[in-house]
């Protein structure tokens, strides 16, 4: 038994020892140093290419011959930014159009006043929690083999045209829509929503009852199918004040896909 007991210290002592080497070789000494992790890089968009920040001079630099004034040069800094390629093809812009229509007819498909499909929009995540809803795009539009319910929400987004009486999609539906969070408002010391982090002099008194108002960009569609998009002013009540919603007819020319360039 003694022989075992030896035998534990001596190899909690190796242990001990080995530990203390290893943080020792490392020259950290006991210091807080941080963690390895890996870089990041902000990823290159599809089609774009990163225009490098720079310089210019605009403006004369010289004395003016009518007033005799002097007119020194300005210099103008521009930040890097991202730019397309290329311009958009039409063959793009059918792409985008096609998107926008499938995800009105999913939107449909999901609406018990047209298919009541629930399929068609995911509410819930894996374990069975409400969460913010979205479209389910891996669920194929029943083009083919559609429901009379189906039907109606497919044919929806189409119209005859009024002469050649062809099949077309209404462009007066095809309204993109599209939302952004402002981080930048709401990292905002003065926007935060509990009143006592607002202020962090202590030698000011917190007022519990002061009205934040945001300003925030909102859009809806009226009766008459207008698209009205405006700014409104009010109190600030919750995070989602700082969310942007947009409203766009992208109004789809189909006559320019006769021929692609």
Known sequence: MRNVFIGLMSLAAIVLCSCMGSAGSTGAGGE?????AMAWSEPSPYGMVLIGKGSMKIGPDEVDS???INVPAKEVSVDAFWMDETEITNSEYRQFVFWVRDSLIRERLADPAYGGNELFKIEEDEEGNPITPYLNWNRPIPWKKATEDELVAIESVYMNHPVEGTRMLNASQMNFHYSYFDQMQAALRKNRLNPADRVRNTDIAVDEDAVVMISK???YVDD????INMT???PLSSLHD???SYIINIYPDTTCWVNDF
């Not at 807080?32 to 390895?36: E, M, S, W, Y």
């Not at 008459?224 to 698209?227: F, L, P, T, V």
């Open 232 to 234: 409104i002013n009010r």
């Open 224 to 227: 008459e199918g207008r698209i």
């Open 66 to 68: 009518l007033w005799g």
């Open 217 to 219: 960009d909102t859009a």
């Open 242 to 244: 700082f969310e942007n």
């Open 32 to 36: 807080l140093t941080g963690v390895g």
